[in-house]
């Protein structure tokens, strides 16, 4: 497959979502399992920022399987209290036919050329699939080469290491992810059980991109050329602001060609 060739259409309104189909999490290797999946304010924010600004959103997965919602994520904490918007996006993945039938990712490979965009929200599940999945390098170059905005969403940054150091588009990038710290609540209080894929921040500064972080519960994201990244459930503003002027950045030069 060819990915250093592609188009630009000026024209392109889709958003690409990815998202993991996992619905198990192993923990303490494989001695324990948890309930697991796409965090759902991280999704829902994300979806409702891109097409309240006009854009068109497809929803991807590996095989095609709908994803699941992890359940500590409908807790109220991660809202702020905004029951309204929760009960949107918990009625959003009940009925939307699009997020409930996703596309594979084969298939979004073959039609990258009509994304303007991808976004991968967090959770702990793409930990679990995604991570492992051949196609997300695939795509993860293709947006890179073709400079199109690149959202990745708390867990996901991680998935930039499924991209082979010697070919990675990335290196030198600054990047955000979910904090060592926030990783190690997550793993002592909440999940208490430690999955095997862990240490995001550790393992991206080794990669070679440059690490930023703040406290833990900030609102905070990092872009850096077409790619955004973000911290934490409670970074949505940020992300999505970034994410909205990275994907206006992109349009405009389109527009140019």
Known sequence: MVLLSYTVSAQNNNVLFVM?????LPLNNGKKLRQTGVFLNELYLAYQSVTE???AVEFAT???IAATVDEESVNDKYWKNNLDVKNKALTFVATDSLFNNPITLEEAI???IDYAGLIIPGGQGLMVDLKEDINIP???KYFAVANKPTGLICHAPSLILTIPKEENPYLGFKVNSVSPFEEFVIE?????GKPESRKIAKQLKKMGLKYRRKLPKSNFAVKDRNLVTSQNPFSGAAFNRLY???LTEYRE???KK
């Open 110 to 112: 073959e039609k990258r």
């Open 188 to 192: 002592r209080f909440i999940m208490k």
């Open 53 to 55: 600004a006009g854009y």
């Open 244 to 246: 909205l002027e990275a």
């Open 138 to 140: 695939v795509l993860l």
């Open 62 to 64: 590996p095989n095609g």
């Open 253 to 255: 030069k389109a527009n």
């Open 20 to 24: 993991s189909a996992a619905d198990t």
